[in-house]
């Protein structure tokens, strides 16, 4: 089935808005579309939603415009270092987009140059950065519980244009390390083409060395666009489920009827 549960819209840094969406779900043919406002962080408004009332009852109200032709659910995608209230959302997804150093937040995936700044700040150490990284990361997995992982390996996003860590064998065994500790946290992985519609990757997250390890040990995936607008909601979509046949994987889960399930790719 077609579905979509990584969805940005205006209310956070998205460029269109929850009924725009909507409409562009039903256009495509989506049997469920499900929304992911960035959780509210004190530390950094730029990206996220400061009225997530006003973003729940606009959910509501579409819900009662379109819920018998579309299945809608009000998710969040939660920052690791600022969890959000469980019992708000019909699910949540956990992402992490920082690096705290120093009391600082740097948004990892926010440029290059940012990135940079990071990777100065550990004299270089592209390794122990990733450590860094991922052991945080994993800390809130197992502890918060989120349903679905966020791109996992994030901390990837400019690799292609500025290869820093998958060419590296160093940080690719620690990125698998931490891969399999992130599983205990019984998590659903997304396989994310947001980067692919933005144009900084040709290939979904995480990297398919990663694909095959969470194929091998029996992990569930789910395919979302991390969209930021409304034309961009199944995009990559062919492309990543032939990928993801090619790995092995034979079902992706998707949330229908209120229950995540297996769906066929
Ligand atoms: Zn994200
Ligand atoms: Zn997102």
Same mark, same amino acid.
């Given at each position: 089935?077609?579905?979509?549960?990584?969805?940005?819209?205006?209310?956070?840094?998205?460029?269109? *808005?929850?009924?725009?969406?909507?409409?562009?779900?039903?256009?495509?043919?989506?049997?469920? +579309?499900?929304?992911?406002?960035?959780?509210?962080?004190? %530390?950094?408004? *730029?990206?996220?939603?400061?009225?997530?009332?006003?973003?729940?009852?606009? +959910?509501?109200?579409?819900?009662?415009?379109?819920?018998?032709?579309?299945?809608?659910?009000?998710?969040?995608?939660?920052?690791?270092?600022?969890?959000?209230?469980?019992?708000?959302?019909?699910?949540?997804?956990?992402?992490?987009?920082?690096?705290?150093?120093?009391? /600082?937040?740097?948004? +990892?995936?926010?440029?290059?140059?940012?990135?940079?700044?990071?990777?100065?700040?550990?004299?270089?150490?592209?390794?122990?950065?990733?450590?860094?990284?991922?052991?945080?990361?994993?800390?809130?997995?197992?502890?918060?519980?989120?349903?679905?992982?966020?791109?996992?390996?994030?901390? *990837?996003? %400019?690799?292609? /244009?500025?290869?820093?860590?998958?060419?590296?064998?160093?940080?690719?065994?620690?990125?698998?390390?931490?891969?399999?500790?992130?599983?205990?946290?019984?998590?659903?992985?997304?396989?994310?083409?947001?980067?692919?519609?933005?144009?900084?990757?040709?290939?979904?997250?995480?990297?398919?060395?990663?694909?095959?390890?969470?194929?091998?040990?029996?992990?569930?995936?789910?395919? *979302?666009?991390?969209?930021?607008?409304?034309?961009?909601?199944?995009?990559?979509?062919?492309?990543?489920?032939?990928?993801?046949?090619? +790995?092995? %994987?034979?079902?992706?889960?998707?949330?229908?009827?209120?229950? %995540?399930?297996?769906?066929?790719?």
């Amino acid at each position: 089935m077609l579905a979509n549960y990584h969805t940005h819209t205006t209310f956070c840094d998205g460029k269109s *808005t929850v009924e725009e969406v909507v409409l562009s779900a039903l256009e495509k043919g989506f049997a469920a +579309i499900g929304f992911s406002g960035h959780g509210y962080t004190p %530390f950094d408004f *730029t990206y996220c939603m400061k009225d997530t009332d006003g973003y729940l009852a606009e +959910i509501r109200r579409v819900k009662e415009k379109y819920g018998k032709e579309i299945e809608i659910y009000a998710g969040v995608e939660e920052d690791a270092s600022y969890p959000q209230p469980r019992g708000l959302f019909d699910y949540v997804l956990g992402s992490s987009h920082y690096f705290c150093v120093q009391k /600082q937040y740097f948004p +990892i995936d926010s440029s290059i140059e940012c990135l940079n700044k990071c990777v100065s700040l550990y004299g270089g150490d592209t390794v122990r950065m990733a450590e860094d990284y991922y052991s945080s990361f994993c800390t809130y997995l197992n502890r918060y519980r989120p349903d679905v992982i966020g791109h996992f390996d994030l901390l *990837t996003k %400019f690799d292609e /244009q500025s290869p820093r860590f998958l060419p590296d064998p160093a940080y690719r065994a620690v990125a698998k390390k931490y891969l399999l500790e992130a599983m205990r946290c019984g998590g659903i992985f997304e396989v994310n083409t947001g980067a692919i519609s933005r144009g900084y990757r040709t290939m979904p997250y995480p990297h398919e060395e990663l694909l095959h390890v969470l194929k091998k040990e029996g992990a569930r995936v789910m395919l *979302t666009s991390d969209s930021h607008h409304a034309g961009t909601l199944d995009c990559a979509f062919d492309e990543a489920r032939a990928f993801l046949r090619e +790995i092995g %994987f034979r079902t992706a889960t998707v949330l229908y009827r209120g229950e %995540f399930v297996e769906d066929t790719l």
